[in-house]
């Protein structure tokens, strides 16, 4: 038998044509595969890159423990003599400060249950104090949150975030160390 009578048999015929269209559609579905592979590797890289540049990240887990109460006496005297100015004694913060002033800088948040202090984790909140606000902000937006990196140790930062934390009702502090405990 040659090889021209294999070729000439019809079912062999529509057998090797069904295996070309095997053939095919696995090339194909590789093809899909890899350039699926590809995109997802680069939606890694890119979420790797996002984590890298997080601060909170750069800066770990902490917690702060609002039931020390040593820490929260500190803190409340750091909060008087370097916070409260703009935030408010009683955590209050500024009027209407979800609006933008005329120079695009958002007045000071209160830090007590009206506020959204307590939606973020405890190492964000150390790293805004000590960083400052700037550092979290899109490009082009202005902070008037200071940085204290220079001006209180890390001790003293701490104990003015237990004092804030001492403040709020029990409910949403348990909710905020949820979080916090969550990006351990
Ligand atoms: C000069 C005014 C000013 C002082 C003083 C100041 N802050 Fe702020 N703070 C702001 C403003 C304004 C914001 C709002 C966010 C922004 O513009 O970055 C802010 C935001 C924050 C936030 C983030 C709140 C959130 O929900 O995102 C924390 C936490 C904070 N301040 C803590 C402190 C602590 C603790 C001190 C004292 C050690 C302090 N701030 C002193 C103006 C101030």
Redesign the pocket.
């Known amino acids: 038998m040659s090889d021209d009578n294999e070729n000439a048999d019809p079912r062999k015929g529509i057998t090797r044509g069904r295996m070309l269209l095997l053939v095919t559609a696995l090339v194909f579905a590789a093809g899909i595969g890899a350039v699926g592979y590809v995109y997802l590797e680069q939606e890694r890289k890119a979420l790797l890159a996002r984590d890298a540049a997080d601060p909170t990240s750069e800066l770990g887990w902490m917690f702060i423990d609002a039931g020390d109460v040593d820490l929260v006496i500190e803190g409340r005297k ?2 008087e003599a ?2 409260a ?3 408010g004694l009683g955590l209050e913060g500024q009027p209407d400060w979800q609006k933008r002033g005329a120079d695009g ?5 209160p ?1 007590d249950d009206t ?3 307590w ?2 984790p405890d190492a964000l ?1 150390f790293a ?2 000590k960083l400052g ?2 550092e ?2 899109p490009q082009g937006v202005a ?4 940085a ?1 990196k220079d001006l ?1 140790s890390d001790r003293e ?1 701490e104990a ?2 237990a004092y ?1 934390k001492s403040r709020w009702a029990r409910k949403n502090l348990r909710r905020q160390e949820m979080l916090t405990n969550q990006r351990q």
């Open positions: 750091v909060y370097n916070c100015s703009c935030h800088v958002l007045p000071a948040p830090h506020g959204h202090t939606h973020h909140l805004i104090v606000g700037q979290f902000m902070s008037g949150m200071p204290y209180l930062i003015s975030l804030i």
